[in-house]
């Protein structure tokens, strides 16, 4: 038997959140330590990665925790050595330009968290750069690896919903502000100047969840708010939180088939959950509803519907939530974003683009920046097409 191919993979912003958690942890370790992901040809391909990072220490105890052999604090030398064939960017989003245009330049596949970018103007750069240099861009869309919303997009596909009429998100949790009890999210996400905003974060996802499950997204309209206008930061210290920390957007999008779709996600640091999972959508169409979470997928055909009458006067006398029914996976789906990985470095060896790229992250990009542009104007805004 041939020896697999080895990706060696510069991962950058490892010591992060993300990085660290979903995709060293859940993505490319398990991948190595599987050995690697069988192809359609029966070949193997498995990844050798090289963690980068500001501190050495740090870096270097990481890497000897998990048995990784290549670590480096020089991130410019790391993307122009030559034995690398992918950049993994997920650091801060005000960084991610320029490491990216690096490692285009440099001839290297990228594959990258999102947004790619701060401004439209730049994530289409990169788009135009990935495409003029030939190589296999990825852009993190994990919302669409989650089972919640795989279940989701069949029932959309195999059209239990008849006309699709609406759709309604809610997403977000209570983020501690950081004096009595710290903060679970890393304290730039509340500053503008550092890149932080609800909007540029999640409409970034919501676009392609949008695009995704039920159209294309025709225009916005948004309002955002900064509820918790003061935090503490990681070393206890106050600081002013400028950017917004909730979105309420309204989109009106259009399906395949060119039916008109009201969509509305609510996103939030300042809310309490009351829901089943921290995202949850619903989806109604003439012939049925479902409501998708991270995980689970519940669904009502228009023949299950009850009829409730409106009765201030008495108590409830049935159980809504018991009227859906649960959508199977029927199939076994792994951690999202290990998913999403499997499927680039497939299209890395098979030298093909990856079917969520670097234009579909600048509609994103697009989507936010329009977002914040309709919360200050105070107006809807239509979406212009994006071409390259
Ligand atoms: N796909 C998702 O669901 C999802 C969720 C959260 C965040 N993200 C994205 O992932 C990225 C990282 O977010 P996070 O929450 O992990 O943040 P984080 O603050 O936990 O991690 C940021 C990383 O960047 C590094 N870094 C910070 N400042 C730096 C500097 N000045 N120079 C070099 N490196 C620096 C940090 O060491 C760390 O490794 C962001 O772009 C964010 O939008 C994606």
Redesign the pocket.
Known sequence: MSEPRVLRIAMN???????YRQHLLRSILPIRDQGGITLADGSTVTVEPILI??NEAKIKELAAKHDVEHHSTDLDAVINDPSVDIVFD????S??HATLSTAIGAGKHIFT???TAETLEEAVDLARQARAAGITAGV?H?KLYLPGLIKLRRLVQEGFFGRILSLRGEFGYWVFEGDQQPAQ??S?NYRLADGGSMTT?MYC?WNYVLESIIGTVKTVTSKTATHIPQRWDEHGEAYTADADDAAYGIFDLETPEGDQVIGQINSSWAVRVYRDELVEFQVDGTHGSAVAGLNQCVAQQRAHTPKPVWNPDLPVTESFRDQWSEVPANADLDNGFKAQWEEFLADVVAGREHRFGLLSAARGVQLAELGLRSAAERRTLDIPELTL
């Open positions: 912003g490892i010591t992060g959140r993300m990085g990072g500001r997920a650091s801060m989003t960084l991610r968290e999102k947004p993190v994990d999210r890393p730039w974060d996802h």
